[in-house]
């Protein structure tokens, strides 16, 4: 009887394992069905060149507002503004645009995020260092446009495929692609632009062509993207 004692409490503690690992082999991290759905994969594909380009450039802007124009914070800010007012009223309608277009609404907005940096390239590649502020609030709102098409859509598309089941840990595997690519993109686009800054502006127009690259990335992946849903 002290022998039968002293087996309860492992077995206890062995079916407790099995019961919270869901099985003889324990419950994976990330189960390969979520990352075998075609929407997931091709998805990712896409998410990730998205979110290191948008980091990339986040972080190159705050660099050349501040230091070569002698911005300050708040007026780095608030160049962004018709940036971010495009994105925020693009997005609003992206539900009508995908119902149009279809998967096409990133494969534009890839090719309208791509044209804006080429744009913004050449304006500083042709105007450095007396660039036009209006040019650049132009040039902003237009790729503003192209991001608005691609982000919210993709979290779409990426998610079409995935059980309810599984809907969770899906979003979680695409939140922490999106953010550990956008941290790549700001060490990238650094990198980049520190290590060819000495020659005026020709850092941060290879960080702008780079990061066009980037954008057809996105167009070429996305024509493997489902519909969004």
Do not use: C
């Not at 503003?144 to 059980?163: C, H, K, S």
């Not at 020659?199 to 066009?212: D, K, N, R, S």
Request: glycine letters at 14%.
């Amino acid at each position: 009887m002290g022998a039968a004692r002293g087996v309860r409490p492992r077995r206890g503690r062995a079916g407790r394992r099995r019961a919270a690992g869901g099985g003889r082999g324990g419950s994976p991290l990330l189960p390969p069905a979520v990352l075998a759905e075609h929407s997931m994969r091709t998805g990712l594909l896409s998410m990730i060149p998205f979110s290191i380009g948008f980091g990339a450039f986040m972080f190159v802007y705050a660099l050349v507002a501040q230091r070569d124009f002698g911005l300050g914070p708040l007026a780095s800010g608030l160049v962004l503004a018709p940036f971010a007012s495009a994105f925020f009223v693009v997005s609003l309608l992206t539900p009508k645009i995908a119902a149009r277009i279809g998967k096409r609404i990133v494969t534009l907005g890839a090719l309208v995020q791509g044209t804006g940096l080429l744009l913004m390239a050449l304006l500083l590649g042709l105007t450095w260092p007396d660039v036009p502020v209006v040019g650049v609030l132009l040039v902003l709102a237009f790729t503003g446009v192209g991001q608005a098409l691609i982000g919210p859509t993709l979290f779409r598309m990426i998610l079409a495929d995935v059980p309810p089941s599984a809907a969770g840990m899906g979003s979680g595997v695409v939140v922490t692609s999106q953010q550990a690519a956008t941290a790549l993109g700001a060490t990238v686009g650094g990198t980049v632009f520190l290590a060819l800054d000495s020659t005026g502006a020709f850092g941060a127009i290879a960080v702008l062509v780079l990061l066009a690259l980037f954008s057809l990335t996105v167009i070429l992946v996305s024509l493997r993207l489902p519909a969004p849903r």
